[in-house]
């Protein structure tokens, strides 16, 4: 397909606007699942319509074999090499993306209901989806649509999961948007280029689960973990120990008296839902399209985003099975570029609100930090202090003089099941009796054997690691493989001005106005006769009454322009709602109600 290019505030893309762009050098369209649509296109600058490609303007293009036409809004066009220009395009979908919406919550309503709930703010979008289950839905302050839907806590997304498709001003939330499909992508058949990555930067052995709740008669907040402090992660992948400490202290409401039996629970669905004793492999490979050969074509082995499909390589020894979670489609040539199955990476385009959210959330986990660690202090100091249980001995040797001492869990040693051991050599525990192992020792040449260590503070001379890793898991240097992964979160005087621009927005009024019609829209026979009135609201709330007459104007549109001027001049303003007969409309009419500023005459919309 030749991509076709059209004004900025087109809505309807049967025709073809400015016109093709039959000078494309290329045009490739990319897609994740639930992450990225965009599409970038190379343009001579001596292309026919290379003037007229402008920032915000829309491109037409097809995204892969089966969808219609997708609408892309111009972001970005870099400047000319070697006479040509990239131009980069999102789809049209993410305009939601500048939508606002304002806080609400419902205690029990169906997906379909909140999705056309968010979508209101734009009328050029309508909302689809196959989830009927009704749960509880809130927007706890002013966000965008786009992050409403997904991408942040408390989202569509979140709660719903499913898989979003965006059919040009429709969103789509499929319970499964794809397909098991059968296809079989082989080396010999249809394979043409693989690249298999497996990264274990997310493998664990251990999982370390706690929460904070401030008691409602306390200042002080409570850290809660469990006694056994971790949870096993069955890996048949990890040599050596590797634990996560995880803060699911955000998976409580606010007030909440967190308690082990309910951390417990959070974490074992955690780890129900997120495999982190094994890689999840990458496979990302090229094919070519068989369905396109004629001796092919009664096969029907179409590939699409989220489809599930087999890719095979015996010389490679690589055989998965896997979901599509990116394509790449060059839209000239109607071809897959590539396609990637494997484990999802990518989340819905952030916004202003999504950050924010994003930073309150490390800067609330970084910061219980050093609660764990009071914590991890006091429950030493309990034990250690308030046992009152145990058996303190002497062991000798056969002379009878003492050369170590033991307190055991018994009166003896050959029935001790725990036993601290200390000697000229070290100090060490077992759980395991007398003989050990010691797992938990510090001996006479300076080493210290811990399988879990908490600090404050640690100075060393040389640190040798397999990973270091940032407490809330965004960052980790991986000193076998030497990869290296920071993430950099806004400082405190940005997140300020993130706030202060969101309260900016909230004092803003927003207004809109909705026109409705009291008998309907569509009229037959010439027989019209219907009362338009405007409603004008400030984000969702009614301000109609308060409001001037004078500043409500009205207009008509229709096929003959001379008759409109008439028409507009005797409805300059002066009235909330207007009457509509059978002498107002000649064939065809369109009727506009716009809001004004009396004093500048200016618009407010």
């Given amino acids: 397909m030749i991509p076709v290019l059209f004004p900025a505030s087109t809505t309807d893309f049967s025709t073809f606007g400015i016109g093709a762009l039959t000078d494309t050098i290329s045009c490739e369209v990319t897609e994740e699942r639930n992450g990225i649509f965009e599409c970038i296109l190379k343009y001579p600058i001596t292309g026919q319509h290379y003037?007229?490609?402008?920032?915000?303007?829309?491109?037409?293009?097809?995204?892969?074999?089966?969808?219609?036409?997708?609408?892309?809004?111009?972001?970005?066009?870099?400047?000319?090499?070697?006479g040509v220009v990239s131009v980069y395009a999102q789809h049209i979908s993410y305009d939601l993306a500048n939508v606002p919406v304002m806080p609400f919550a419902t205690d029990s309503r169906s997906p379909a209901l909140i999705l056309n709930q968010l979508l209101a703010g734009d009328t050029r979008f309508t909302g689809?989806?196959?989830?009927?289950?009704?749960?509880?839905?809130?927007?706890?302050?002013?966000?965008?649509?786009?992050?409403?839907?997904?991408?942040?806590?408390?989202?569509?997304?979140?709660?719903?999961?499913?898989?979003?498709?965006w059919d040009n001003f429709t969103v789509k939330l499929h319970s499964h948007r794809g397909q098991k499909t059968g296809v079989?992508?082989?080396?010999?058949?249809?394979?043409?280029?693989?690249?298999?990555?497996?990264d274990n930067s997310g493998v664990y052995t251990k999982l370390l689960p706690y929460a904070v709740y401030t008691p409602e008669d306390s200042e002080d907040a409570v850290v809660v973990t469990l006694p056994e402090e971790t949870l096993p992660i069955i890996s048949a992948e990890m040599a050596r120990n590797k634990t996560l400490i995880k803060d699911f202290t955000d998976r409580f409401e606010n007030g909440t008296v967190i308690t082990e039996e309910m951390l417990r629970a959070v974490a074992n669905s955690y780890l129900k839902d997120n495999p982190l004793g094994d890689t999840i492999p990458s496979v990302k490979v090229s094919f070519e399209p068989l369905w396109k050969q004629p001796e092919y074509s009664a096969l029907l082995e179409r590939v699409n985003l989220c489809d599930t499909v087999s890719i095979r390589h015996s010389a490679l020894g690589v055989s998965v099975t896997a979901l599509v979670i990116q394509t790449v489609y060059d839209t000239l040539a109607e071809r897959y570029v590539s396609i990637t199955l494997g484990s999802a990476k990518s989340s819905m385009v952030t916004t202003i609100a999504q950050v924010q959210s994003s930073v309150e959330k490390v800067e609330s986990t970084v910061g219980h930090f050093p609660k764990l660690l009071q914590s991890a202090i006091n429950s030493a100091t309990s034990l250690i202090t308030g046992q009152t249980g145990g058996y303190v001995v002497l062991h000798g040797n056969e002379k009878g003089q003492p050369y170590e001492l033991l307190v055991l869990d018994a009166p003896n040693i050959d029935q001790a099941v725990n036993v601290w051991r200390w000697n000229v050599n070290g100090l060490g525990f077992s759980k395991n009796g007398y003989n050990g192992p010691y797992e938990t020792a510090?001996?006479?040449?300076?080493?210290?054997?811990?399988?879990?260590?908490?600090?404050?503070?640690?100075?060393?001379?040389?640190?040798?690691?397999?990973?270091?890793?940032s407490q809330d898991g965004s960052s980790w240097w991986d000193l076998e493989s030497g990869e290296v992964h920071l993430r950099a979160y806004a400082t405190t005087s940005s997140v300020e001005?993130?706030?202060?621009?969101?309260?900016?927005?909230?004092?803003?009024?927003?207004?809109?106005?909705?026109?409705?019609?009291?008998?309907?829209?569509?009229?037959?026979?010439?027989?019209?006769?219907?009362?338009?009135?405007?409603?004008?609201?400030?984000?969702?709330?009614?301000?109609?009454?308060?409001?001037?007459?004078?500043?409500?104007?009205?207009?008509?549109?229709?096929?003959?322009?001379?008759?409109?001027?008439?028409?507009n001049a005797a409805h300059y303003g002066g009235t909330k709602e207007i009457i509509i007969t059978t002498e107002d409309v000649t064939v065809r009419a369109t009727f506009f109600c716009e809001l004004i500023d009396t004093a500048t005459r200016n618009s407010l919309l």
């Fill in 128 to 165: 689809w989806t196959d989830y009927a289950d009704a749960k509880p839905f809130e927007v706890v302050k002013p966000q965008s649509v786009r992050a409403c839907l997904g991408g942040t806590d408390g989202s569509m997304l979140s709660k719903w999961h499913g898989e979003f498709e």
């Fill in 442 to 469: 510090i001996t006479a040449d300076g080493q210290i054997v811990a399988d879990f260590i908490t600090s404050g503070s640690l100075v060393a001379n040389i640190i040798k690691a397999g990973v270091i890793q």
């Fill in 497 to 567: 001005k993130v706030s202060d621009r969101v309260s900016e927005i909230e004092d803003k009024k927003m207004y809109r106005v909705v026109v409705s019609s009291s008998n309907g829209s569509i009229f037959k026979n010439g027989n019209i006769s219907t009362v338009l009135s405007a409603t004008v609201y400030s984000w969702d709330e009614d301000v109609t009454d308060s409001l001037d007459p004078n500043q409500f104007i009205w207009t008509r549109v229709s096929e003959d322009a001379e008759s409109d001027k008439l028409w």
């Fill in 51 to 82: 003037g007229a490609i402008a920032k915000e303007s829309i491109i037409k293009a097809k995204p892969n074999d089966t969808a219609t036409p997708q609408a892309f809004r111009v972001y970005r066009i870099t400047r000319p090499l070697k």
């Fill in 184 to 198: 079989v992508i082989e080396y010999g058949k249809n394979l043409t280029e693989l690249e298999q990555d497996e």
